[in-house]
Nanobody, 119 residues
Framework: HVQLVESGGGSVQTGGSLRLSCAASRYPVSLYCMAWFRQAPGKGQEDVASMNSDGSTRYADSVKGLFTISKDNVKNTLYLQMNSLNPEDSAMYYC??????????????WGQGTQVTVS
């Protein structure tokens, strides 16, 4: 079965950076739309960034110019580089993947999440 495993979360001071990773198993990341979502306590889920199989990207307005999504097809891993972090970025971050030919709007595959805390 498909497995997505996030890592790289942690605690960082305002203005700091983190890089999240999402290692995929039985799921070639190059073939699918993949995305990063986040959810803070008491808030709804936010679609942070996504990358289609053609390499095109989309970002939430709140992270444009600060976060960068990328894939390493050899390592079969999705990344999210997060710079200039602020406390509003604190949340559980989830990696998600689409079905073949599908979009990232309602991805069926999800990781377990990694916590990011900015203080």
């Amino acid at each position: 079965h498909v497995q997505l495993v996030e890592s790289g979360g942690g605690s960082v001071q305002t203005g700091g950076s983190l890089r999240l990773s999402c290692a995929a198993s039985r799921y070639p990341v190059s073939l699918y739309c993949m995305a990063w979502f986040r959810q803070a306590p008491g808030k709804g889920q936010e679609d942070v960034a996504s990358m289609n199989s053609d390499g095109s990207t989309r970002y939430a307005d709140s992270v444009k110019g600060l976060f960068t999504i990328s894939k390493d097809n050899v390592k079969n891993t999705l990344y999210l580089q997060m710079n200039s972090l602020n406390p509003e970025d604190s949340a559980m971050y989830y990696c998600a993947g689409s079905r073949y030919g599908g979009s990232c709007s309602s991805p069926p595959y999800w990781g377990q999440g990694t916590q990011v805390t900015v203080s």
